[in-house]
């Protein structure tokens, strides 16, 4: 089994060291080879429940908060390119 996953059967017996290791890293607890849940540390937690619970900016706040260039801008001298019809 990779680094930081544990069978449930193994997660029971070694309970105090699947938390030890929880707040290094998450730990994930598998059943019949599979995925069942992730333990992680409690500040781990506050942390993504925080990203969770921020409001992005909306599309018209981050335009507005660009900055602003009055001046003009030097164009390259361009000709329409040539196609058939």
């Given at each position: 089994m990779p680094k930081g996953t544990w069978s449930l059967q193994d997660a029971k017996?070694?309970?105090?060291?699947?938390?030890?290791a929880a707040?290094?890293?998450?730990?994930?607890?598998?059943?019949?080879g599979k995925p069942l849940v992730v333990i992680i540390d409690s500040s781990e937690?506050?942390?993504?429940?925080r990203l969770g619970s921020a409001k992005p900016p909306s599309l018209a706040e981050v335009l507005l908060e660009m900055?602003?260039?009055d001046g003009e801008f030097p164009r390259?001298?361009?000709?329409?390119?040539e196609f058939e019809i």
């Open positions: 017996n070694r309970f105090g060291e699947v938390i030890n707040r290094r890293s998450p730990q994930t607890i598998t059943k019949y937690y506050g942390r993504l429940q900055p602003r260039d390259a001298p361009l000709s329409p390119r």
